[in-house]
């Protein structure tokens, strides 16, 4: 469950000489001659007055150009071909009860949002041991919920499915009654970024939908989502699935003992940039275990961030990209954040543990 953080020219004219460039700079240029701009004198007699400019261009790559011009096509005609209706609440059913035997979070009868803790979660083997078992079995009911996405079928039916599937295995929804949250799943549709409250609409097909699932197990969080296609998907849309999926992996594959977090924007950002995505900086990935969201946070933007990882520790990254605008607009329901501009959404999660080579996906079937 992601955590909400309180938070290209491609030529100009610059007047001579060249203008200096930032030593970290990775783009190449292309620089002109100098050109030479008379302006004759309004006064007989004297001189024309000359100056000099120097044009600098940006160099994009080939492949950059060329997902440019072919992303600005797809918006072209998705706009020609389909006007998608945006998305509205539906009617919200009642909380569902959990059996007085299942341990709860402590933010639970609280009813407020907790204060993000500052402690890492840095594990033993025996914490590792619990927390595999709760993102273990937060990943299987993730699976099943996706079997469940269909045309037709409501979030709040599949808020009810997961809601069975969690309590059935000892375990307690943890979105249910953080910070007041009324479900036991987020599912966010279309131009929802996150934290979609499960409600009577009915998916459609064509829509997209992202299905959050937090297990509380033992005393530790598992925290998994995915990006599900709902029937039949037009092809632009898959792509946006199909890059943010790879942003998380390209993330993952950067972290290990002792790497950078900042890392993980630099990584995310490079690949979701060669095809126009946006990657959306209000909300983060975080430290989970015995606590649902603590320190690092996890910026999925380009960044300078300190703090490095550790060997032990788990933590999310969960990566938002979206077709258009990066700004959203939260519901005053207070959770259901969409895209300002109605552009669609999609978003990966995984839990991980930091190794000393590398990193430990928990959360994979």
């Avoid at 914490?127 to 079928?153: F, K, Q, T």
């Avoid at 409501?154 to 479900?183: C, Q, R, W």
């Avoid at 297990?215 to 925290?223: A, I, M, S, T």
């Avoid at 005053?332 to 543990?353: K, M, N, P, Y």
């Amino acid at each position: 469950m992601a955590l909400k953080v309180p938070i290209c020219r491609l030529c100009w004219v610059s007047p001579a000489p060249t203008p200096s460039r930032d030593p970290g700079e990775r783009w190449s240029f292309l620089v002109g001659q100098p050109l030479k701009t008379s302006f004759p004198s309004a006064v007989p007699g004297k001189e024309i007055f000359q100056r000099s400019c120097v044009i600098v261009s940006r160099k994009l790559s080939g492949l950059e150009e060329a997902m440019r011009i072919r992303r600005a096509r797809e918006l072209q005609s998705s706009v020609k071909v389909r006007k998608r209706p945006p998305l509205r609440r539906g009617k919200v059913s009642g909380k569902l009860l959990v059996p007085d035997h299942i341990p709860r979070p402590p933010y639970v009868d609280s009813g407020l949002l907790p204060e993000l803790s500052s402690e890492h979660q840095v594990h033993n083997d025996e914490g590792i041991a619990y927390m595999r078992a709760a993102c273990e079995l937060a990943a299987h009911v993730l699976d099943y919920a996706g079997i469940l996405v269909r045309p037709s079928v409501t979030t709040n039916e599949i808020d009810k499915a997961v809601h069975k599937m969690i309590i059935d295995a000892g375990a307690y929804p943890s979105p249910l009654g953080y910070g007041g949250f009324p479900k036991s799943v987020c599912t966010s549709v279309n131009e929802c970024m996150c934290h979609g409250i499960p409600d009577s609409r009915q998916l459609q097909d064509g829509d997209i939908i992202n299905i959050d699932v937090t297990v509380y197990l033992n005393g530790y969080h598992g925290d998994t989502s995915k990006t599900f296609l709902c029937g039949n998907v037009n092809e632009p849309t898959k792509r946006l699935v199909k890059v943010t999926e790879e942003c998380l992996e390209r993330a993952i594959s950067v972290c290990k003992d002792g790497a950078s977090f900042k890392k993980i924007g630099k990584r995310i950002s490079e690949h979701a940039e060669k095809y126009g995505y946006g990657v959306v900086e209000r909300f983060v990935g975080h430290g989970v275990g015995t606590v649902f969201h603590s320190e690092p946070l996890i910026l999925h933007h380009r960044n300078d961030r300190s703090g490095c990882m550790v060997e032990g520790e788990t933590f999310t990254i969960e990566p938002i990209l979206t077709m258009g605008s990066i700004e959203s607009i939260t519901w005053d329901d207070e959770w259901t954040t969409v895209t300002a501009d109605g552009s669609r959404a999609a978003q990966f999660e995984h839990t991980i543990l930091i190794t000393g080579t590398g990193a430990e996906v928990l959360t994979k079937c």
